[in-house]
């Protein structure tokens, strides 16, 4: 059992720690050129060939979930999207979905205020996947992709000023309803941009499948089976890129997913080129899901806003839903005040480092960034855990499994911690 | 199946029309910012009623108040920290809050002042005129304090 978690964080100061076999050791981040998000990545070599790959995140922690301690349930509303800079109206939807169990609203919010949480979820699935798949391409030196992706993506983001009056951050969701409508004039603008940008993500498909220059850059390329899959369980496109077919709208449905008629899509080869293809699908399956919101729309009426009180009740709740980057998980707990006791954000993105670290071994050095970048890494929203010996000073980062067996041991023999 | 020059009737189609920052001006004076585009809160005198709730909802603390037991009052909003997320406008019990629709007003809000750029939103009563001028200067001299005692906290 304990061999097959290996250490990841190694310490090289004395050459001691190094993987068997190494001889070269990359450093990469946590400021680099080719990162965007501050993480800090160890790549050994031998030769050109990936021996073993570490990463240590924790350079962003921003205190979040302390400040959210400090301020009332209605200012979080607008707090809560800044978690993550492109999923945002995900975060912000997992926030209000808890805030109206706890109120006990949940059944107040009409049915034409769950659509318009929809649309607004689904168009930034749209203007995320494209945004990913652009920068892949960029990565992969295929630069002139990456501004036609970038070119057709505007379309949607139109689409989402027009309707919130926000680029990236829609913030159309309260606790017990939405904040703005979306009238019929809007809504048939929409639809003729919705087709054009359909036309066009089936070009951007035909290009990642047909064209050579990009294909031979992500066919058979950092192959993660779907055995290992399961070991590491990654979540979201990552994992349904592997043969792992969950998606959080299809097992637990929220909000009306369960009512509108969409496909889940999934690839069993497990290359970057499958969790590319996932990704596309889903765009074309997203931008089918919004035609199908606005047509609802038109014969759908009720209350945009339930009023919820400024108090909550005492209690727990725990929700989930599926960002663009995988499974986003919330937990709160109430204590009867206008302010949460405690809140907890679990971010997509942690959930697949290790699958991404595992695809890594024995690849070609010059593979790196493609790999590096199929998870689509978002640190900002990331959060962990770093241990402290107040005594000696050492530092430990511990993933979940090795937390929850040291304080197994350390309860049973009653021992301390470390 | 692979191919090359997926691409191709791309190329030439931009060929033909040459680089698309040649049209942007163009296009942004044809595609106006939509009319209910965000900005920031503006408030009805008449309907106002220093009821202070503006001030608990706003998540940011930009909105100040200053009022004595009847309506008498003036609210204050420190413009640069507005993040135009509208929660006022939300929660206002008397729909005396609305946002502005002016569109040069996103120019006039590129100030990174944060501690000096107050504005009137409303002075009811009262607190009109002089009372108005010398709380301004109050709120002024306080960013001042406060920019200096960064300064200083800085080195």
């Known amino acids: 059992m304990t061999e097959q978690y290996r250490s990841r964080f190694r310490t090289l100061t004395d050459g001691s720690d190094a993987p068997p076999g190494a001889d070269h050791h990359i450093f990469i981040g946590p400021q680099h050129p080719w990162a965007e998000e501050p993480a800090h990545f160890i790549i050994h070599l031998k030769g050109e060939r990936v021996v073993e790959a570490d990463i240590r995140i924790g350079f962003n922690l921003r205190g979040m979930e302390k400040a959210m301690e400090n301020k009332t349930w209605r200012q979080n509303t607008m707090l809560i999207p800044r978690a993550c800079g ?109 087709d054009k940008l359909i036309k066009q993500v089936k070009y951007h498909r035909k290009v990642f499948t047909e064209e050579a220059s990009i294909r031979n850059r992500l066919e058979n390329v950092g192959i993660l089976t779907k055995e290992e899959a399961k070991k590491v369980t990654p979540n979201g496109p990552t994992g349904r890129g592997s043969g792992l077919p969950f998606d959080v709208r299809k097992a637990t449905p929220y909000e009306l997913y369960d009512k509108i008629d969409w496909n889940m899509v999934y690839y069993n080869e497990g290359d970057i080129l499958a969790t590319t293809l996932v990704r596309l699908d889903e765009t074309l399956e997203s931008l089918q899901i919004c035609k199908q919101v606005l047509d609802q729309l038109e014969s759908t009426q009720g209350e945009l806003l339930a009023r919820v009180k400024q108090r909550i009740p005492e209690g727990s709740y725990f929700a989930r839903a599926e960002a663009p980057r995988g499974e986003d998980v919330h937990y709160a707990i109430a204590d009867g005040t206008d302010k949460p006791d405690r809140y907890k954000i679990r971010a997509p993105s942690l959930g697949n480092i290790d699958a991404t670290l595992r695809r890594m071994d024995g690849e070609y050095v010059a593979d790196m960034p ?16 770093m241990i402290i ?9 511990l993933n979940q499994d090795e937390f929850a067996r040291k304080a197994i041991k350390a309860k049973k023999y009653n021992r301390p911690f470390f | 199946m692979k191919k090359v020059l997926v691409m191709g009737g791309e190329a030439l189609k931009n060929q033909v029309k040459g680089p698309v920052t040649k049209h942007v001006l163009t296009r942004i004076a044809e595609n106006p910012p939509p009319d209910d585009i965000r900005t920031i809160p503006r408030i009805i005198e008449d309907r106002c009623i220093m009821c202070g709730t503006c001030v608990k909802v706003c998540p940011t603390h930009c909105i100040e108040i200053e009022k004595d037991d009847k309506d008498n009052g003036m609210i204050w909003l420190l413009k640069p920290q507005c993040m135009w997320c509208g929660h006022c406008q939300t929660y206002c019990p008397v729909d005396a809050i609305h946002i502005d629709r002016d569109p040069n007003l996103s120019v006039s809000l590129f100030s990174f002042n944060i501690h000096q750029d107050y504005e009137m939103l409303v002075a009811k009563g009262s607190y009109k005129g002089d009372v108005a001028d010398k709380k301004l200067s109050e709120l002024i001299e306080a960013g001042g304090k406060r920019i200096k005692e960064i300064e200083e906290f800085r080195g």
């Open chain 1, 370 to 385: 493609v790999i590096l970048r199929s998870y689509d890494p978002c640190f900002s929203c990331t959060n962990r855990v």
């Open chain 1, 389 to 397: 010996n107040e005594v000696t000073g050492e530092k430990m980062i």
């Open chain 1, 86 to 194: 492109i999923c945002s109206a995900v975060h912000q939807n997992v926030y209000v979905r808890v805030v109206d169990k706890l109120a006990g609203v949940e059944d107040q919010i009409s049915e034409r205020a769950r659509l318009i949480r929809m649309f607004s979820l689904e168009a930034e699935r749209i203007h995320s996947h494209i945004l990913w798949y652009g920068i892949l391409a960029h990565d992969a030196g295929f630069d002139t992709m990456l501004h036609v992706t970038w070119r057709d993506r505007e379309i949607i983001m139109d689409i989402v000023e027009d309707i919130s009056g926000n680029r990236v951050n829609p913030a159309l969701m309260l606790p017990g309803g939405v904040k703005r409508d979306i009238p019929k004039e809007k809504a048939d603008r929409a639809q003729p941009m919705l």
